[in-house]
């Protein structure tokens, strides 16, 4: 099976190399995701469900704010994305970094 499709301009593989429209499994991404997140001290300190669960709250709220606000679905403020779509994959990042701290695979149950 295909896996979750990343694109973008910013986007780099392990080796520095763009990654833009490359198909990765979502352990793959769920890895990565990890990788970054423990490169910029996310993982420091321990993290547990319920903050996660907080926080992914908190981005779904945001999503709906911008959905309240009337404002397009994705748009940019200055050179960052902002909007529904974006909220909503920040909680998704959340899920799979998450997910992949604890040592499982999101793909096994997503069959992806």
């Known amino acids: 099976m295909r896996g979750l499709r990343l694109s973008g301009a910013n986007q780099t593989d392990k080796k ?17 995701i990890h990788e970054n997140s ?11 469900l319920p903050e996660i669960i907080a926080l992914c709250h908190s ?37 799979l970094d998450f997910v992949e701290y604890l040592g499982y695979d999101l793909g096994i149950v997503t069959g992806k």
């Open 16 to 32: 520095g190399g763009s990654v833009m429209g490359q198909d990765w499994s979502t352990k793959e991404m769920q890895q990565a």
């Open 59 to 95: 981005e779904l709220s945001e999503a709906l704010e911008e959905f309240r606000a009337g404002m397009p679905v994705i748009y940019e403020v200055g050179n960052k994305p902002e909007g529904v779509v974006v909220e909503l994959a920040d909680c998704v990042i959340r899920i």
């Open 38 to 48: 423990k490169a910029h001290g996310w993982w420091d300190d321990p993290r547990q």
